[in-house]
Every structure is written in C-alpha cells, then in structure tokens.
C-alpha cells in the first residue's frame, strides 16, 4: 500500500490537488476522515474504488455532504487524516482485497470505541484519536495482502452433442 497522505488536510484541498492525478486513477483507497461539523469528536475509516477503481466519487460525497471548508464558519467541510492506495485489480474481490481487510482490522480492533448509532454506523468512532486508527492501517500494511481469485479455465465441449433433433419446428406431413 502505497501512502498518499498521512497528515491532516481539507478533503475539498485534497481533491482539488489530485482529482485528476494519475495517483487516484484505477486505484483502492482506505481513508481516515473527521467532519468539521464533529469537532474532531467522531472519526470515521472507509474505503473507495473497490467496484471499479474510482474513489473519487466516494469522497466528493462528503463535500455534498459536510461542504467545503470555509474560514468563516469553521463547521464546514472534512478533515482527511490518512489516504493510503493500492492498485485496482478487477480479479481481486473486494472481500479479499488489502483495503478491505485492513478496514475490518480497524473496525474489529476499536470496535468499544464504534459509535452507537446501529449496524451502519461500525465504521465511524468517537473520542478515537486519528493516530491509532492510522498506526493500526500502517500495522496492517505490513500483514496483509490481497488474495486474487483463481479462474478456472475448464476447456468447453461443442454442444452439437445435444443437437439430435433439429427438426422440432418444421411441419411434417402427418397422413
């Protein structure tokens, strides 16, 4: 996994910096974020780009969301603590994927820190400092890997075997 960013900067800066960069192209990323609107209380981890190796739609789905950062009004906008990328590989399922398993990590790992909001909530955590989360994805940088599926190439027979009849819808003169 490569480290895109591991150092806090405005989501709406980050994309306006790499939006188009090869660096987010044909990529799976894991993210480390807090809205401004939290006061740093929630952090939350995710992954991107796991269907078809843009992540970028992900993430600008936090701008529609939370907004762009604004001086004036400081509970705008999101806070990215952590980018780190791997190389979509469309043999590779997103279940076995590093990115995915390295977020499962973080989420079994902090999971008394989960935010209690229901199921779809496991990914988000309060009072959890962005620096463990990040040294946990380091961590798992290191253990994990992803896991591409074997294809099995099984050499078809013709179905011309299955074709005796092939009068089935012609008349026949029936006398």
């Not at 987010?24 to 981890?45: Q, W």
């Not at 991107?48 to 701008?63: E, N």
């Not at 798992?140 to 074709?163: C, I």
């Amino acid at each position: 996994m490569k480290i895109l960013l591991d150092k806090p900067m405005q989501l709406d800066l980050f994309l306006a910096k790499y939006k188009g960069n090869a660096e987010l192209r044909n990529k799976r990323l894991i993210y480390v974020l807090a809205p401004n609107l939290e006061k740093g209380r929630t952090v939350k981890v995710g992954i991107a780009g796991m269907s078809d190796g843009d992540p970028v739609p992900r993430l600008q789905s936090y701008i529609a969301t939370y907004g762009i950062s604004d001086r004036k009004n400081n509970c705008k906008g999101t806070t990215l603590h952590f980018i780190g990328v791997t190389e979509y590989n469309k043999n590779v399922l997103r279940e076995n994927s590093k990115i995915y398993k390295t977020e499962q990590l973080v989420i079994e790992t902090y999971k008394r820190y989960r935010d209690a909001r229901g199921e779809r909530a496991k990914e988000r955590f309060i009072d959890l400092k962005p620096s463990l989360i990040i040294n946990t994805i380091k961590r798992g940088n290191v253990m994990l890997e992803d896991q591409e599926n074997k294809l099995d190439r099984v050499a078809r027979t013709s179905t011309k075997k299955y074709r005796h009849e092939t009068t089935a819808f012609t008349h026949k003169n029936v006398s």
